[in-house]
């Protein structure tokens, strides 16, 4: 039995029976879910603990576009269909993706805004086997609700010491004099190299590798200085290394050494006015990313003597063409982008690539999303019926809404006696979010996308905390949604504010609608709702339920909140199947009931 887990990165549901999504199935697919882990599927008799939707393919595709260690594909293969096609052309990709729903690539395979368009919305993952997500076009992976993961920490160790070969083999003329020797050449003078211990090293990024570098740099006695605007100086000074500004690190260095990923703010920070700042003579290696570098300006550097060496294992366009000048410098040590290659770091980080992906195709938290946030699993686990309840919440909220009324502000109150920064509402937010657009339009939200699927509809979200008193034992005592600026079909829920207003919270792991407008209600969400306003009087709890018994509905919870005894009341019911247009005529001709609203859940 494969159980799935409910989830948060789901694709948009294709089966009826569930709202909060599913994660890759489609409804042509079998798979057993357990009961208990899918609340949001309805209430089960427990005669029937699991639901059975047919299908043609049960398993998940996953297209693996380069090169990944076998004991990574092993776990892939274990949960899904791989297909491993390797070169494949930017059209070829774009055909195949369609059909996938995984991408594993590195850094040769560009994942670009048209990948995602022409997925149509079946690609759930894209696993960056590797740290830098460069090739990766994370705007559009998020607009379209695909989750970014990579795998951060399994090279770290392969790119530091590839950073010191290329810096120890740079120094000693180690390329040269080999191909040289090869050439059956024995150029002993002109091979002299230049010594490292005492030299200043610069590290430019002080991140995983950038501190790597750092270490095993000064274990060669050399004296190292860093420049990163993020990284925190105790952890420098616990390396022995000082972090200075990027003109000091520069200008002072010997050698320097490039350790920070490719963005807007480091393309091409090495340029011809940095370059001029440098030591006449020094000597560059770059482990990151081609880019960082504008090489045109290296070359000229280079042939300028103000930049003696540079050893590259990186490069803009990869693989460079035949003719690139800076590969062809006889000051250049050249290598094919090797700094994750080593036969250890290949096999890590397959298996943490194939970790995170199957994860998440299974609906997990992915620890390394990379446009997602990242909620440890304990947390997760925590505020899972909160999550449900917050979806439900939304979807319960927007359904109040008249027809015509545009939701453009929304917004949510959580209570809580726990300090705010020991609750993480982002997961509840998004779930929100998702509550509240699905049931209105055709796309699909999840954690990944809900803020720009938001954003792209003038929707606002404001969170408010409420700190109480007491024991912080519960996340969150209770969560309000209010939506402001709208007419709603059941006049009661507009609150004295004048918004619409929904509150809810857990009881004993089940989410409860516990507020609607003024009114307090008990019912628990676990069916569909159907709420009356009526005046109150003996007797209604009966008369609406003995139309639900004759129309075959059945009742699970009915609960009525009042504002004074023979006043406004608000009846709550909850049931486990949709009522039959005819049942809800029949309860709108009870006399006393004033208003009803049926709210799918
Ligand atoms: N050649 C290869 O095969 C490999 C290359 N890499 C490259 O190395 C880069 C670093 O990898 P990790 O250390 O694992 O990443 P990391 O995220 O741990 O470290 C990057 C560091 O760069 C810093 N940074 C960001 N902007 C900066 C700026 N403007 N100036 C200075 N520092 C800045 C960050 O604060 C961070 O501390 C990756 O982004 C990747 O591009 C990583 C592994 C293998
Ligand atoms: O992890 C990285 O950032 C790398 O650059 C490694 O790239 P690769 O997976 O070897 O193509």
């Known amino acids: 039995m494969s159980t799935v887990s409910s989830t948060l990165l789901a694709a948009n549901p294709t089966t009826t029976t569930t709202s909060t999504a599913l994660s890759w199935k489609s409804k042509f697919q079998t798979t057993t879910f357990a009961a208990a882990s899918l609340p949001q599927l309805g209430r089960l008799n427990t005669s029937h603990r699991r639901f059975v939707v047919m299908s043609m393919d049960a398993k998940p595709t996953i297209l693996v576009s380069e090169k990944l260690g076998e004991a990574g594909l092993n776990l892939l293969k274990e949960f899904a269909n791989v297909d491993c096609s390797y070169n494949l052309s930017p059209e070829e990709l774009n055909t195949k993706i369609s059909l996938c729903d995984a991408l594993i690539v590195r850094s040769g395979t560009k994942v670009s805004r048209e990948v995602f368009e022409s997925s149509a919305g079946r690609l759930k993952v894209v696993g960056r086997a590797g ?25 770290t160790v392969a790119a530091a010491e590839h950073g010191i070969a290329l810096l120890t083999a740079m120094a000693r003329n180690v390329a040269q004099s080999d191909a040289s020797v090869k050439a059956g050449k024995w150029e002993r003078n002109k091979y002299v190299g230049v010594s490292l ?48 500004s990027f003109d000091e690190a520069i200008s002072t260095a010997d050698f320097i050494s490039l350790h920070m990923p490719l963005t807007p703010a480091t393309n091409k920070i090495l340029n011809d006015e940095n370059f001029a700042k440098m030591k006449k003579g020094v000597r560059i290696v770059n482990v990151a990313r081609g880019g960082v570098i504008d090489e045109d300006a ?90 449900v309840l917050a979806e439900k919440l939304g979807r319960l909220a927007v359904q109040l809404v008249a027809g015509g009324s545009g939701v453009k502000s929304v917004k949510v109150t959580y209570a809580s006696a726990r300090a705010p920064d020991d609750l993480d509402t982002r997961v509840l937010r998004a779930m929100i979010t998702k509550g509240l657009i699905e049931p209105v339009s055709s796309v699909f939200v999840n954690l990944v996308n809900a803020d720009f699927a938001a954003k792209q509809r003038g929707l606002r979200i404001t969170e408010e905390r409420i700190l109480l008193d007491g024991s912080p034992e519960s996340p969150l005592e209770f969560v309000q949604v209010q939506i402001a600026n709208v007419e709603s079909k059941f006049a009661a829920a507009i609150s004295e504010s004048g918004d619409i207003k929904l509150e809810g919270c857990v009881k004993g792991g089940v989410p ?9 209600v008990d019912v628990s969400l676990e069916g569909s709702i159907i709420l009356c306003r009526q005046v109150d009087q003996p007797g209604m709890i009966g008369k609406v339920g003995s139309i639900l018994g004759e129309e075959n509905v059945n009742v699970s919870f009915m609960s009525v909140g009042r504002i004074a005894p023979r006043k406004h009341a608000v009846m709550a019911i909850g049931v486990d199947e949709p009522p039959s247009k005819e049942a809800l005529k029949r309860i709108g001709e009870v006399p006393a009931i004033e208003e009803f609203v049926y709210l799918k859940v």
Request: net charge negative; glycine share 8%; charged share 15%.
């Open 131 to 155: 740290v830098g997500i460069d090739n990766v076009d994370l705007a559009a992976a998020t607009e379209h609700g695909c989750l970014v993961v990579n795998a951060p920490t399994a090279n």
């Open 197 to 244: 211990v005492g030299k200043t090293l610069a590290v430019m990024g002080f991140g995983k590798v950038g501190s790597e570098v750092a270490r095993r740099a000064k274990g060669l006695g050399m004296h190292v200085i860093a420049h990163d605007p993020y990284a925190p100086a105790d952890r420098a000074h616990a390396v022995g290394v000082n972090l200075v």
């Open 298 to 387: 290296l070359l000229r550097a280079l042939d300028a003597g103000i930049v003696a060496q540079a050893a590259l294992d990186v490069f803009t366009v990869e693989p460079p063409p035949k003719e690139n000048k800076l590969v062809h410098h006889h000051n250049v040590t050249a290598t094919p982008h090797l700094g994750a290659s080593t036969m250890e770091a290949q096999e890590g980080v397959a298996i943490e690539i194939a970790e995170a992906v199957v994860g998440a195709l299974k609906g997990e938290l992915a620890s390394t999303a990379v446009n997602a946030p990242m909620v440890p699993a304990e947390v997760l686990a925590e505020l899972k019926p909160y999550v």
């Open 512 to 520: 409860h609608l516990t507020k609607v407008g003024a009114f307090e």
